[in-house]
Structure formats: structure tokens, C-alpha cells
């Protein structure tokens, strides 16, 4: 049997808290990160848990569900994420079976045209989630009925839109829903909201509500590994610390990732190897590759000297290693307080 829990007491107030009884926190379905501990921690927190398996298989899915499901004590505010571009490649059908098999009231479908699934989505009574980087995307999708527009801005961190942060993106996107007749639509902001002055920004801008990634890669129920969390802690300054492009994919392994966009990780050894990399034939590219391998295996795995490290330009603001929850409250907690100051200012 399904509790029904109340919306959170988190002192803001927003269309997104009263809809979706839920804190105005979507975690971020990073694929590689946002297992099965974090979704059931999220949601336990008040915030929509959504498990990522992009890049990753379906049975992957199917484990960390039966985590989440394991953790949580209740499924309103669980669900999981899929690249559009993966699921294109999966049989006709497979949404539909896992909508069914898994009973996600929240799906997020990222990167490219998600009409063709909103349907199943809708009718299976989930809310539907999908991403754009341009007012065009946003009306688009509204059109297909979306339940929560996400305007994902450039400061995001794995793969995302690289035409404008959300600071110039939610504004703008959240005016041509509204021009459209979509003024009811819920739009999310995501890229660079790592703390509370990001979510009351987001919110100020236009937001309903905030997706939470890099701030959550470095939660204790993240499946980032502790040299991958070590690296977000120690980067200082995202603006100079990360680096957005194809390359990282690339020397990886990985010609066309699914979401057909560039990545923005954390600058390491790896990423110092693209000057070599631009102008190389393809017998250097494959020794470029073999110096990356083997420099991931020398530092005993992906971190803060080799290898990919997702996180957004705001990562500098991640500073520990802390419980989910305690993540989500301070973030909701400063929120509050940062609206509750500016109003004064204009008294």
C-alpha cells in the first residue's frame, strides 16, 4: 500500500511544492551517480529522487530500483531517468514495460524530442520531466505535454545545452511558455545550483524549481567513488577547474554520446591531453587514449588526475561530503533566507 505524504515544510513556497507535494528539489538521473541510495535518500529528504541510467543497461535500472524502493518507504516521490537518444534504440514497447513493471510516479527523459513517449508517460499517471537548452525546446515540449520543463543552461555539469546559462535561459523560456498559453506548465531550472542562493535565484528568474547535480554527486549515497567526490570537494573554482566539449567522450571511447552534446567535467590530466588531441592523426589519437587509460589506472581510478569527473561550473561550492538530507535542508534552509533578505531590500 502507497502512503500519501504530505508536501514538505520547507518555508518556500512554489506551484512545484504544492503539485508535486515535494520540496522544490528534482535530483539531478546522472547516470554513473544517481543510484538507487541517493533517489530513496532524495525522496526521503522532501526532493524528487530520480535514479540515471543513461549510458547505463536496462537490468542496471532495474537493480537500483529495487534499492530505492527497498529505502523509501513510499514511491511519490521516486522516479528514473533515460536518454531519449538510448531509448530510441531500445524495442518498441520497452517504456511502456517499464512504466508498468516499475511504477515510477516521476520520469525524466533527457536530450532530443520526447513527444513520441509522452503519451505512455502521461497515461501511466507518472509526471514527465524533459530537458531543453532554447525557448524553442521549452514550447515544444509543453507541447507535448510535459509535466516539468527543464531549462538546462551551460554551467551544467555532465552533458548538456551549451548555448546560455540559466540565468539568461529560465527568463526567456518561462516568457514564451507564457506567451504560448503555457503559463501553468511547470518549468525547472538546471546548471550551476549548488546551494541555496542558486534555488532562490532560480526562483526569482522564474523557476518552479531547481534540479540538484553536482551538489548531490557529492552526497554520501552517491555511487561517485570517494575519489571522484575528493575531486569535487577540492576543485575551488568551477569557472577555472572545469572544462565543456566533446573531447572528454572522445578519448574515453565514446564517438556519439546519446545525448548528442557536450560534457562539462572537471579539468584534470585527461582533459590537459586535447591541445595534443586537435590537430593528432588517428595512431596518435589511439596513444593520446592509451596515455589516458593508463593515467586512470595509475591513480587508482577517475578523480581529480585522470579520467571524468562530472560536475558543473559551480562546483567550487561543494566543499564537503555530507548526507543527502543535510545537503537538501541547508540548501532549502538558505533559500529562505536569502528571499527573506532581498525582499527587505525593497522596502
Not at 170 to 184: H, I, K, S
Not at 189 to 201: H, K, N, Q, S, T
Not at 320 to 334: S, T
Not at 338 to 343: E, I, P, Q
Request: glycine share 14%; hydrophobic share 45%.
Amino acid at each position: 500500500m502507497t502512503v500519501a505524504l504530505a508536501a514538505p515544510a520547507c518555508g518556500l513556497s512554489t506551484r512545484f511544492t504544492k503539485r508535486m507535494s515535494a520540496s522544490p528539489i528534482v535530483l539531478a538521473p546522472m547516470g554513473g551517480c544517481a543510484g538507487g541510495r541517493l533517489a530513496a535518500a532524495v525522496s526521503l529528504a522532501g526532493g524528487i529522487g530520480l535514479i540515471g541510467s543513461g549510458g547505463e543497461s536496462l537490468d542496471y535500472l532495474r537493480k537500483e530500483w529495487g534499492i530505492a524502493t527497498s529505502h523509501a518507504h513510499s514511491r511519490e516521490r521516486l522516479g528514473f531517468g533515460l536518454n531519449i537518444g538510448q531509448l530510441d534504440d531500445y524495442p518498441a514497447g520497452t517504456l511502456e514495460l517499464l512504466l508498468a513493471e516499475l511504477g515510477a510516479h516521476h520520469v525524466y527523459l533527457s536530450f532530443g524530442n520526447c513527444a513520441p513517449y509522452a503519451a505512455a508517460v502521461l497515461q501511466a499517471g507518472a509526471a514527465l520531466y524533459s530537458n531543453c537548452g532554447d525557448s524553442a525546446g521549452a514550447v515544444a515540449h509543453a507541447r507535448a505535454g510535459v509535466t516539468c520543463i527543464v531549462a538546462q543552461g551551460s554551467d551544467a555539469g555532465g552533458h548538456t545545452h551549451a548555448g546560455a546559462s540559466i540565468f539568461a535561459l529560465v527568463p526567456q523560456a518561462r516568457a514564451a511558455l507564457d506567451a504560448a498559453g503555457f503559463a501553468e506548465t511547470l518549468l525547472v531550472a538546471a546548471g550551476g545550483v549548488c546551494d541555496g542562493r542558486g534555488l532562490a535565484a532560480a526562483l526569482v528568474l522564474g523557476a518552479d524549481a531547481v534540479v540538484l547535480g553536482t551538489a548531490m554527486a557529492a552526497a554520501e549515497e552517491s555511487s561517485y567513488t570517494d575519489m571522484q567526490k575528493q575531486a569535487l570537494v577540492e576543485t575551488a573554482c568551477g569557472a577555472a577547474g572545469t572544462t565543456i566539449g566533446t573531447y572528454i567522450d572522445a578519448v574515453r571511447g565514446i564517438d556519439n554520446h546519446s545525448s548528442g552534446l557536450p560534457g562539462r567535467c572537471i579539468s584534470n590530466e585527461s582533459t590537459r591531453l586535447e591541445g595534443e588531441w586537435i590537430h593528432a592523426d588517428a595512431a596518435t589519437r589511439k596513444s593520446i587514449m592509451a596515455k589516458h587509460s593508463a593515467g586512470v589506472v595509475a591513480a587508482g581510478g577517475e578523480g581529480l588526475q585522470w579520467g571524468a569527473t562530472w560536475a558543473s561550473a559551480a562546483c567550487g561550492l561543494v566543499t564537503h561530503v555530507k548526507p543527502a538530507a543535510e545537503i537538501i535542508d541547508l540548501v532549502l534552509a538558505d533559500a529562505a533566507r536569502v528571499l527573506k533578505t532581498s525582499a527587505s531590500l525593497t522596502l
